[in-house]
Nanobody
Framework: QVQLVESGGGLVQAGGSLRLSCAAS????????IGWFRQAPEKEREFVAA??????TTYYADSVKGRFTISRINAKVDLQMNSLKPEDTAVYYC???????????????WGQGTQVTVSS
């Protein structure tokens, strides 16, 4: 079983940057795809980005492409978020899946989430 812990959320002004981290306890990410999802109030959880740990292949939602960067560093998966917009405000979750998937249903393990708030 993989336990995931997110960190790095907070409050930032529009145009600013935040860096989220996802760490695994008890196990490593070596056989997984690690994805970031977000969920705003009264909206469905949506795919943000994912990285295949084995070879570093990355995937992005169109809404964040060019602004967000997912990377693997040591035993963590980071999400660098630049040029943040108020519509990026949500709870951000990292999750682990055996294969790349943009659907949250394909992910077996989830972190507790971290709040990102972008003020206008």
């Amino acid at each position: 079983q993989v336990q995931l812990v997110e960190s790095g959320g907070g409050l930032v002004q529009a145009g600013g940057s935040l860096r989220l981290s996802c760490a695994a306890s008890r196990r490593t990410f070596s056989n997984y795809v690690i994805g970031w999802f977000r969920q705003a109030p009264e909206k469905e959880r949506e795919f943000v980005a994912a990285i295949r740990w084995s070879d570093g292949t990355t995937y992005y939602a169109d809404s964040v492409k060019g602004r967000f960067t997912i990377s693997r560093i040591n035993a963590k998966v980071d999400l660098q978020m630049n040029s943040l917009k108020p519509e990026d405000t949500a709870v951000y979750y990292c999750a682990a899946a055996p294969f790349i998937n943009r659907n949250s249903g394909g992910y077996d393990y989830w972190g507790q989430g971290t709040q990102v708030t972008v003020s206008s």
